[in-house]
């Protein structure tokens, strides 16, 4: 809710639909952003006073082979309907995101990743072939055999390259709806890295929560959640239908869930913040090591539990900074940004810890180490200083560090900054595939011109 812009939106609904759009921008001296369901944290799909192109119409399944578990979609089916679509069958997503709502093309060009980043890799690893359309009109074919280079630029290249009119994916074989989840307790960062490094091996999903208000011996104190896959189902049949799998509408069976946000609201600010992590904290360590069993939907998509949450964080909104460092300096760099964090008097109100393996796309964010979302209030009050602060965090600790930046959910880092991190030669390589694919400029982006032009 930090980032706006105004802009011409068009919803095609087929291939043609596309040309049209690219014709009438290059025709009118516009450019255009390809744009999912909306669910990155910046400006990644905004085009301010310029062409937006609305791919949600195009949603179809265009083929699915339930023996092999290969399907083939267009851009704007989202990660919800492709598990409804595939789930009865024994089949599941193997990498999502927290949220269910972003659609197929949108993951593909920021390569989101999951809870199993480490083992599993990023979205775009589970791509088998793409279908781009260029803005010449072209449709080009590439995978990790044909069209490479085009493959391995395109899959987070920010649909700066092309538009994705067709993706394969290969999926994940379950044999239950079902995870088995542990949660424990750690009573510090450095014991949260320690279970991660031990559980990495057997673990199915590895995520974090650190109570950002911990301070001294408890500093990075939280919660980790270790998932499992079931084996001995004997209800799989009920377990991995859809309807399953579909979170309550309401919490206890009395509040409904759509009005959960409201009653978050007066929590948002510091005493709240603190409180609820206290007690979010205290309950978990009563009941650390133990194991429940939980349909899948409710273990990786979270952020859905609370339609409509980060409304509670009006006036204002958040701003999200995530870095990836490398496992060698992730302790110490991770211990610093808490530490700082409450130095300026700017505790982030969620942090969320998880493991990553490099990938071998073009913009590759990761890096063989951890990684650390924090997530901070931004009221006009608390701007400015936010801003200062994270200026901070990357010059004085994370690019020293070998840090990395994520553009999907930037909405700090500078140009110079992000650049950096991702090297120049990868940068360099980025920019002359953009010339040669899109030699007119026509695919353009808040974020590209921020970051990239």
Same mark, same amino acid.
């Given at each position: 809710?930090?980032?706006?812009?105004?802009?011409?939106?068009?919803?095609?609904?087929?291939?043609?639909?596309?040309?049209?759009?690219?014709?009438?921008?290059?025709?009118?001296?516009?450019?255009?952003?390809?744009?999912?369901?909306?669910?990155?944290?910046?400006?990644?799909?905004?085009?301010?006073?310029?062409?937006?192109?609305?791919?949600?119409?195009?949603?179809?399944?265009?083929?699915?082979?339930? &023996?092999?578990?290969?399907?083939?979609? $267009?851009? @704007?089916?989202?990660?919800? %309907?492709?598990? *409804?679509? =595939?789930?009865? !069958?024994?089949?599941?997503p193997r990498v999502v995101p927290g949220t269910m709502y972003p659609t197929l093309g949108g993951c593909a060009s920021t390569n989101v990743h999951g809870k199993n980043h480490w083992h599993a890799g990023s979205l775009g690893e589970q791509i088998l072939s793409a279908d781009l359309l260029l803005p010449s009109g072209e449709i080009?074919?590439?995978?990790?055999?044909?069209?490479?280079?085009?493959?391995?630029?395109?899959?987070?290249g920010l649909g700066m390259l092309g538009v994705f009119v067709s993706l394969t994916f290969r999926l994940e074989k379950v044999r239950s709806g079902l995870l088995q989840i542990e949660e424990r307790a750690c009573s510090s960062l450095g014991e949260m890295f320690d279970l991660f490094e031990q559980e990495m091996p057997s673990a199915?999903?590895?995520?974090?929560?650190? &109570?950002?208000?911990?301070?001294?011996? $408890?500093? @990075?104190?939280?919660?980790? %959640?270790?998932? *499992?896959? =079931?084996?001995? !189902?004997?209800?799989?049949?009920?377990?991995?239908?859809?309807?399953?799998?579909?979170?309550?509408?309401?919490?206890?069976?009395?509040?409904?869930?759509?009005?959960?946000?409201?009653?978050?609201?007066?929590?948002?600010?510091?005493?709240?913040?603190?409180?609820?992590?206290?007690?979010?904290?205290?309950?978990?360590?009563?009941?650390?090591?133990?194991?429940?069993?939980?349909?899948?939907?409710?273990?990786?998509?979270?952020?859905?539990?609370?339609?409509?949450?980060?409304?509670?964080?009006?006036?204002?909104?958040?701003?999200?900074?995530?870095?990836?460092?490398?496992?060698?300096?992730?302790?110490?760099?991770?211990?610093?940004?808490?530490?700082?964090?409450?130095?300026?008097?700017?505790?982030?109100?969620?942090?969320?810890?998880?493991?990553?393996?490099?990938?071998?796309?073009?913009?590759?964010?990761?890096?063989?180490?951890?990684?650390?979302?924090?997530?901070?209030?931004?009221?006009?009050?608390?701007?400015?200083?936010?801003?200062?602060?994270?200026?901070?965090?990357?010059?004085?600790?994370?690019?020293?560090?070998?840090?990395?930046?994520?553009?999907?959910?930037?909405?700090?880092?500078?140009?110079?900054?992000?650049?950096?991190?991702?090297?120049?030669?990868?940068?360099?390589?980025?920019?002359?595939?953009?010339?040669?694919?899109?030699?007119?400029?026509?695919?353009?982006?808040?974020?590209?011109?921020?970051?990239?032009?």
């Amino acid at each position: 809710m930090l980032a706006r812009s105004m802009g011409y939106v068009y919803r095609p609904s087929t291939i043609e639909g596309i040309r049209d759009v690219l014709d009438l921008a290059r025709r009118s001296g516009h450019s255009v952003v390809p744009r999912g369901s909306g669910f990155s944290y910046g400006d990644t799909s905004m085009n301010s006073e310029n062409i937006v192109l609305d791919l949600r119409r195009m949603d179809r399944v265009l083929e699915w082979d339930p &023996d092999t578990g290969e399907i083939q979609i $267009e851009p @704007g089916v989202s990660i919800g %309907q492709l598990w *409804r679509h =595939v789930l009865e !069958d024994g089949w599941w997503p193997r990498v999502v995101p927290g949220t269910m709502y972003p659609t197929l093309g949108g993951c593909a060009s920021t390569n989101v990743h999951g809870k199993n980043h480490w083992h599993a890799g990023s979205l775009g690893e589970q791509i088998l072939s793409a279908d781009l359309l260029l803005p010449s009109g072209e449709i080009v074919a590439c995978s990790p055999r044909e069209n490479q280079d085009i493959y391995y630029a395109a899959i987070g290249g920010l649909g700066m390259l092309g538009v994705f009119v067709s993706l394969t994916f290969r999926l994940e074989k379950v044999r239950s709806g079902l995870l088995q989840i542990e949660e424990r307790a750690c009573s510090s960062l450095g014991e949260m890295f320690d279970l991660f490094e031990q559980e990495m091996p057997s673990a199915g999903h590895l995520l974090g929560w650190i &109570d950002g208000y911990g301070r001294g011996a $408890e500093l @990075g104190r939280g919660l980790v %959640q270790i998932a *499992r896959p =079931v084996e001995d !189902d004997r209800e799989h049949e009920e377990t991995l239908r859809a309807e399953y799998q579909d979170l309550p509408d309401t919490l206890l069976g009395v509040v409904p869930r759509a009005l959960l946000w409201r009653g978050m609201k007066p929590l948002m600010n510091d005493r709240g913040m603190r409180l609820l992590n206290a007690t979010r904290y205290t309950m978990g360590a009563s009941r650390s090591g133990v194991t429940t069993r939980v349909p899948h939907a409710q273990f990786h998509f979270i952020l859905d539990y609370v339609p409509n949450w980060k409304y509670a964080f009006r006036p204002g909104g958040i701003l999200q900074y995530q870095v990836f460092v490398p496992e060698q300096q992730a302790r110490v760099a991770f211990a610093a940004l808490l530490e700082e964090a409450q130095a300026y008097d700017l505790v982030p109100y969620l942090a969320v810890f998880k493991r990553h393996r490099r990938d071998p796309f073009l913009l590759n964010y990761s890096v063989d180490g951890y990684s650390l979302a924090l997530d901070f209030h931004v009221t006009e009050a608390r701007a400015k200083r936010i801003e200062e602060m994270l200026g901070h965090f990357t010059r004085e600790i994370v690019l020293p560090a070998g840090g990395r930046f994520y553009p999907a959910k930037d909405n700090a880092v500078d140009r110079e900054s992000l650049q950096q991190s991702m090297t120049t030669e990868a940068v360099d390589e980025y920019l002359a595939m953009k010339r040669r694919l899109d030699p007119e400029g026509i695919l353009q982006s808040d974020l590209y011109r921020r970051v990239f032009a």
